[in-house]
């Protein structure tokens, strides 16, 4: 189902995630979101964050340790450091904070557009029939990204996707559906849709792989 539009910057969109109604024949299939959490972690790297200011922290607090608890001077040791670690997690989580509310994925019967941008707002169409292979790759508690490979030499720049886009994939950019609940669920309804539309009995879809581990990539395109 189509999810529900909580603010007023894209009242004007004919319809919600979509840059005109859909046509005749088509229809929506799956529509959503990043989950805010789930896109700190995996496409602004939070937990990394946290854990490179604590150990900033350590390394500055450490000479204190051992020299012997001193209060005030523990507050000394850290009260540049805590600032800045404070203002730059406050940073990233708001801009994923923006980016999961402003980004909407939608699959139709035809197509998958992405609405991205948090300040100035672009839509991607991707016509299924473009699509060469996905790749779905598992985050934690279900969530999960969706990697799409597409034909031909048409090119989006990277920057224009980020950070709906694959990493490091500069040259030749791969949109990626990012940080979306029951990745699996929504992977069947693309394979589902990408077979109807192509009238190939093969999927595009890649082997399901976890996020933490680092097996090899099985692509699996249509011949």
């Known amino acids: 189902m189509p999810i529900e539009n909580m603010g007023h910057e894209h009242e004007i969109e004919p319809q ?8 005749s024949g088509e229809v929506l299939v799956w529509q959503g979101s990043p989950d805010v959490r789930a896109l ?6 939070f937990k990394k964050l946290v854990a490179y200011f604590a150990l900033l922290a350590l390394a500055c607090a450490w000479p204190v340790i051992q020299s012997g608890f001193d209060p005030m001077a523990l507050v000394v040791a ?12 406050a940073t990233v989580w708001t801009l994923a904070y923006m980016t999961a509310r402003t ?19 672009v839509s991607f169409n991707f016509p299924l029939k473009q699509i060469a292979s996905a790749d ?26 980020w950070p709906s886009v694959r990493a490091w994939r500069i040259t030749k950019p791969e949109p990626t559906i990012r940080a979306v609940a029951d990745v ?6 693309l394979r589902e849709a990408w077979a109807s539309e192509t009238g190939l009995s093969g999927a595009p879809m890649a082997s399901m792989r ?3 581990q680092a097996s090899p990539n099985l692509q699996v395109s249509p011949t």
């Open 16 to 23: 919600f995630g979509l840059p005109e109604r859909l046509p």
């Open 210 to 212: 976890d996020a933490e």
């Open 184 to 189: 699996e669920a929504l992977s069947l309804k």
């Open 136 to 161: 779905v790759r598992r985050l934690a508690n279900g969530f999960g990204d969706i990697t799409l490979a597409l034909k031909g030499s048409d090119r989006i720049a990277w920057v224009h996707l």
């Open 40 to 45: 700190a972690n995996s496409a602004f790297h």
């Open 78 to 89: 850290l009260k540049w450091i805590v600032p800045i670690a404070f203002i730059g997690l």
């Open 103 to 121: 980004t909407v994925y939608t699959l139709t019967n035809k197509r998958m557009v992405m609405r991205v941008g948090v300040v100035l707002t």
